[in-house]
């Protein structure tokens, strides 16, 4: 299940944003956000997860827009569904 492409006039603000963080060991980390520059400089500050803390740097490997935080909270939980293979082949085909 992918999000929904955002179109300009189908929101007011700023669309939500799944993604996934390339951590340094190797891991893999999904959230969401309304401001993507924000939470990746919050996450390598160590003020973003308790994950990503003792796991800096990260690094954004994957982003996709979303129309709604609804449709990006089920986004997320599907990609936390996919196993570490499965999301590396996303980042692969789709990622930044």
């Known amino acids: 299940m992918a999000c929904d492409t955002p179109k300009e006039s189908s929101f007011s603000t700023t669309p939500y944003v799944v993604y996934l963080l390339r951590c340094r060991d190797g891991s893999l980390y999904c959230g969401i956000t309304n401001d ?31 129309v709604s935080k609804s449709d990006a ?7 936390k569904q996919l196993t570490h293979a499965e999301k590396e082949q996303l980042i692969r085909n789709r990622g930044i």
Not at 73 to 79: G, P
């Open 73 to 79: 909270l089920k986004r997320e939980y599907a990609v």
């Open 36 to 66: 993507i520059e924000k939470r990746l400089a919050a996450h390598n500050s160590g003020n973003g997860a308790k994950y990503t803390k003792s796991r800096r740097p990260v690094t954004l490997v994957y982003k996709e827009e979303c």
